[in-house]
């Protein structure tokens, strides 16, 4: 018979976070352990449920745009679909590296380069859907609009090596390694929300109409920068070791709830710019639909998706 190894204190310095003092796995368990642990109360349970949970959701919304936007002739709705298939991989790709990144040391590498290539493909999403609903007018056809995509695969390429590199710093040099990983997650955030932050700021000032979408573009640009704040700063297990070691910066009170509702938000957001206008064409969607997408915004999703789906099907 199987057994869930029990939570425990392990010495091995590469399985060990900084101020976390127990609720530690067995640093050689086998793939069963490994799964038996996330129903036991470890200090990667809640990392490994608050990615894996989301998935299904993120998958039942992309079901739903499947079923009201035509992904399949409409290429305006393409980048959406792109950015919300790579929004179901990054979080079970991260919730299969928590599970089983107690196997060995060198599985426990392995399974946070996936981690880090998946959130690099997320933020390659990000910088996907941008470039084709957040760019804003004045842009459109300039240099960075052409090769926005192309640098941000450039970024997603380096950022992703440069966060598995600093994994095999962190025993002699922790802090460069810090230093080193947080760049590789902050650089491509800045470049891909250029358009964004622009946008925002446009609009802040008058410039521009206030869109449907903008409270959400400013809720998640809060919640990126807070998750940024708290990983460099290791709160609130800074200030008391040894008390935050199941919930925590490693849990979903202040770092995984933190990026995985970004994603949810975002997710959002990204579909009601779509279903609100089409601002690389400049024409906006009929009465009807936008009638039905704020239906949709009041809550009454199943209710409202054979009105929205007749409201395409006049387009």
Avoid at 120 to 129: D, F, H, K, M, R
């Amino acid at each position: 018979t199987c057994k869930c190894p029990c939570t425990m204190l392990w010495d091995l310095h590469v399985f060990r976070e900084d101020n976390i003092i127990s609720g530690y796995r067995h640093p050689h368990s086998s793939a069963l352990d490994c799964l038996l642990s996330s129903f036991q109360m470890t200090n990667e349970t809640i990392n490994i449920w608050t990615h894996f949970l989301p998935t299904w959701y993120f998958l039942w919304h992309l079901c739903v745009l499947c079923s009201t936007l035509n992904f399949l002739s409409d290429s305006y709705t393409w980048p959406l679909l792109v950015y919300m298939l790579l929004v179901c991989i990054y979080p079970f790709t991260s919730s299969c590296a928590h599970t089983f990144s107690t196997m060995s040391a060198e599985s426990r590498h392995i399974c946070y380069f996936f981690d880090y290539g998946a959130l690099s493909l997320y933020s390659l999403g990000c910088a996907i859907s941008y470039r084709h609903y957040v760019m804003p007018d004045s842009w459109l056809n300039t240099w960075l609009h052409h090769h926005f995509v192309p640098i941000s695969i450039g970024n997603s390429l380096l950022c992703t090596s440069l966060s598995c590199y600093s994994r095999f710093l962190e025993m002699q040099f922790p802090q460069r390694s810090k230093a080193m990983r947080t760049g590789a997650f902050v650089i491509p955030f800045i470049f891909d929300t250029v358009p964004l932050f622009y946008r925002v700021l446009l609009c802040c000032g008058g410039s521009c109409c206030p869109a449907e979408a903008l409270p959400s573009h400013c809720y998640h640009l809060l919640f990126a920068i807070l998750t940024c704040f708290l990983f460099t700063a290791r709160l609130p297990e800074r200030l008391a070791p040894g008390r935050f070691d199941y919930v925590g910066p490693r849990s979903p009170l202040a770092q995984d709830v933190q990026v995985d509702g970004r994603v949810l938000d975002q997710g959002q957001q990204a579909a009601v710019d779509v279903l609100d206008d089409h601002p690389l064409l400049g024409l906006p969607l009929p009465a009807a639909l936008h009638q039905q997408v704020d239906l949709l915004r009041a809550g009454s999703w199943p209710l409202q998706l054979p009105a929205l789906r007749d409201a395409f099907d006049g387009l």
